[in-house]
T-cell receptor, first 112, second 116 residues
Framework: DVKVTQSSRYLVKRTGEKVFLECVQD?????MFWYRQDPGLGLRLIYFSYDVKMKEKGDIPEGYSVSREKKERFSLILESASTNQTSMYLC???????????FGPGTRLTVL | AQSVTQPDIHITVSEGASLELRCNYS??????LFWYVQSPGQGLQLLLK??????LVQGIKGFEAEFKRSQSSFNLRKPSVHWSDAAEYFCAVGGTGSGNTGKLIFGQGTTLQVKP
C-alpha cells in the first residue's frame, strides 16, 4: 500500500527558529512535492523535486528551501520561521508516468 | 492559462440525497483529471482519476465522475450521501506527454456539509 509519512502532525516554533519538516515515501516515486494549505487559498505549491538533488521552485518559494539527498526523503526548511508561515504543510509524491499524487497526513505548524 | 475552477465553495445536502460537485478546467493539452477528499486535519485522499478511455470513472466510497471534453468539466457525483462524506473536496488537473513535470493544478476546494 502507498505510504507517505511526515515527521510531525503538530509543531509549535518561535519566530526566527530554523524549522525542518521531513517527508518520507516508500513507493520509489520520482517526484515529491511540498504544499501549504491555508483557508480560502487552497493548496499552493512551495517546491517540488523530480529526482535526487533536483528541485524546482513552485508558486510560493520565498522563505523556504528544500533538500532531497535520497529518493525517498524530501525535507522542507524554514530558515527563519515567521508568523506568516503558520499553516498546514502537506507533502506528496508521484510517479512521473501517472501524475497521481499521494499525500501525507500533513503537519500543522504554528509559529509564535 | 491553466486553471481549475470549483464554482461552489460550500454545499449542504441532506443525508441520503444525491450529490454533484462541479469542476471546470482550462488546460492546453489532454489532461489527467483527479478528485481528492480531505477530512478535517488530514491529508488528501485520492477518490478517483481519469486518464483516458471510458469518460465515466468509478472511484472509492461510491463516488463517480464524468469527463466531458466539450464542456471542459469533470463533475463528481454520488447517488446517496452519507454523514461520513462531510469533508473538503478538491479537483485537480495534470499534464500528459513530453514536458510533463508531474505537477498538478488544484481547484480551491468545495466544502461539503451533510445534514442529518
Amino acid at each position: 500500500d502507498v505510504k507517505v509519512t511526515q515527521s510531525s502532525r503538530y509543531l509549535v516554533k518561535r519566530t526566527g527558529e530554523k524549522v525542518f519538516l521531513e517527508c518520507v515515501q516508500d513507493m520509489d516515486h520520482e517526484n515529491m512535492f511540498w504544499y501549504r494549505q491555508d483557508p480560502g487559498l487552497g493548496l499552493r505549491l512551495i517546491y517540488f523535486s523530480y529526482d535526487v538533488k533536483m528541485k524546482e521552485k513552485g508558486d510560493i518559494p520565498e522563505g523556504y528551501s528544500v533538500s532531497r539527498e535520497k529518493k525517498e526523503r524530501f525535507s522542507l526548511i524554514l530558515e527563519s520561521a515567521s508568523t506568516n508561515q503558520t499553516s498546514m504543510y502537506l507533502c506528496a509524491s508521484s510517479r512521473t508516468s501517472s501524475n497521481t499524487q499521494y499525500f501525507g497526513p500533513g503537519t500543522r505548524l504554528t509559529v509564535l | 492559462a491553466q486553471s481549475v475552477t470549483q464554482p461552489d465553495i460550500h454545499i449542504t445536502v441532506s443525508e441520503g440525497a444525491s450529490l454533484e460537485l462541479r469542476c471546470n478546467y482550462s488546460y492546453g493539452a489532454t489532461p489527467y483529471l483527479f478528485w481528492y477528499v480531505q477530512s478535517p486535519g488530514q491529508g488528501l485522499q485520492l477518490l478517483l482519476k481519469y486518464f483516458s478511455g471510458d469518460t465515466l470513472v468509478q472511484g472509492i466510497k461510491g463516488f463517480e465522475a464524468e469527463f466531458k471534453r466539450s464542456q471542459s468539466s469533470f463533475n463528481l457525483r454520488k447517488p446517496s450521501v452519507h454523514w461520513s462524506d462531510a469533508a473538503e473536496y478538491f479537483c485537480a488537473v495534470g499534464g500528459t506527454g513530453s514536458g510533463n513535470t508531474g505537477k498538478l493544478i488544484f481547484g480551491q476546494g468545495t466544502t461539503l456539509q451533510v445534514k442529518p
